[in-house]
């Protein structure tokens, strides 16, 4: 696949944040915090180039998404940075490095398939020739050194390094010595994230390379996530208790969705729902 850079970094931010559904121009200029001129122009020039497209062109306030043309454009952008900032083999032991980041929305290039889509990042990169194996016993670091971020879309898109093609995730277990580690397949993964505590900046800069969480190690989430009166679930099924602030709601579409919900709902919630949905044939 041919590689190429988005050189304007508006287009870029709006393609990126279009990725994830679509929206206004007002909304677009609220999320990425743009003047709305700017976000207005972007938009245009994206529509017109082919990588946009609008729901309404006769109605203010339409929303705009992306075109395959679009996420092909984003998806190449991607691999130009992959080429342009990776050089194998990574320092022993990497997770990934930083391809992108605009605030708190990141793009991530991965050695090895992460863990899930709770993902656990340093706040100090790792030294670009030595690393540290996954299996050296080194100080594992305290939560405040972590930062969670979580995978927007459906996860890495493997890419062979050699022929710039898609490829399948590395299938063998992380190497644990260094002849192995620079064996490996060259293969990376590309991940779209998003950092969950926004307000915190993360000091990693793009070209960092990043170090996996220790095993059996979770950082502790964001405040949001943790200081609600009940508690959902574990983060990754083995790490802490999310416990969210306010309620939580979901929009769901299909009949049956809706049904498996209002059927599982816990014996002391308090349930709101169309009554029309109960008792109708999925």
Same mark, same amino acid.
């Given at each position: 696949?041919?590689?190429?850079?988005?050189?304007?970094?508006?287009?870029?931010?709006?393609?990126?944040?279009?990725?994830?559904?679509?929206?206004?121009?007002?909304?677009?200029?609220?999320?990425?915090?743009i003047?709305?001129?700017?976000?207005s122009?972007?938009?245009?020039?994206?529509?017109?180039?082919?990588?946009?497209?609008?729901?309404?062109?006769?109605?203010?306030?339409?929303?705009?998404?992306?075109?395959?043309?679009?996420?092909?454009?984003?998806?190449?952008?991607?691999?130009?940075?992959?080429?342009?900032?990776?050089?194998? #083999?990574?320092?022993? @032991?990497a997770?990934?490095?930083? %391809?992108?980041? *605009?605030?708190?929305?990141?793009? =991530? &290039?991965?050695? !090895?398939?992460?863990?899930?889509?709770?993902?656990?990042?340093?706040?100090?990169?790792?030294?670009?020739?030595?690393?540290?194996?996954?299996?050296?016993?080194?100080?594992?670091?305290?939560?405040?050194?972590?930062?969670?971020?979580?995978?927007?879309?459906?996860?890495?898109?493997?890419?062979?390094?050699?022929?710039?093609?898609?490829?399948?995730?590395?299938?063998?277990?992380?190497?644990?010595t260094?002849?192995?580690?620079?064996?490996? #397949?060259?293969?990376? @993964?590309?991940?779209?994230?998003? %950092?969950?505590? *926004?307000?915190?900046?993360?000091? =990693? &800069?793009?070209? !960092?390379?990043?170090?996996?969480?220790?095993?059996?190690f979770?950082?502790?989430?964001?405040?949001?996530?943790?200081?609600?009166?009940?508690?959902?679930?574990?983060?990754?099924?083995?790490?802490?208790?999310?416990?969210p602030?306010?309620?939580?709601?979901?929009?769901?579409?299909?009949?049956?969705?809706?049904?498996?919900?209002?059927?599982?709902?816990?014996?002391n919630?308090?349930?709101?729902?169309?009554?029309?949905?109960?008792?109708? #044939?999925?």
């Amino acid at each position: 696949m041919r590689s190429n850079r988005i050189r304007s970094t508006y287009q870029r931010r709006v393609l990126d944040w279009l990725a994830d559904g679509g929206g206004t121009v007002t909304e677009v200029s609220r999320a990425l915090s743009i003047r709305v001129p700017h976000a207005s122009a972007a938009l245009k020039q994206l529509r017109e180039s082919g990588d946009v497209v609008r729901d309404d062109a006769s109605l203010r306030g339409s929303r705009y998404r992306l075109s395959s043309q679009g996420l092909s454009r984003l998806e190449s952008d991607g691999l130009a940075r992959l080429n342009d900032l990776v050089r194998w #083999p990574p320092p022993p @032991g990497a997770a990934g490095v930083v %391809l992108a980041r *605009e605030g708190s929305m990141l793009l =991530l &290039g991965y050695a !090895s398939q992460p863990a899930g889509p709770l993902l656990g990042l340093p706040e100090r990169p790792m030294d670009d020739e030595s690393g540290v194996l996954l299996n050296s016993n080194g100080n594992e670091g305290e939560s405040s050194n972590w930062r969670w971020a979580v995978q927007r879309g459906d996860g890495p898109v493997w890419w062979d390094l050699e022929t710039m093609r898609r490829s399948s995730p590395p299938n063998e277990p992380s190497p644990t010595t260094l002849t192995a580690w620079m064996e490996r #397949p060259k293969v990376i @993964g590309i991940v779209r994230a998003r %950092l969950l505590d *926004e307000d915190n900046p993360w000091p =990693l &800069g793009v070209g !960092s390379w990043f170090s996996p969480l220790p095993t059996g190690f979770w950082p502790e989430l964001p405040q949001a996530l943790r200081d609600g009166d009940v508690a959902i679930g574990h983060a990754g099924n083995s790490g802490p208790l999310v416990s969210p602030r306010g309620g939580i709601h979901a929009k769901l579409g299909r009949r049956i969705d809706r049904s498996v919900i209002v059927n599982g709902i816990g014996s002391n919630a308090i349930l709101m729902v169309d009554g029309d949905l109960i008792g109708l #044939p999925l």
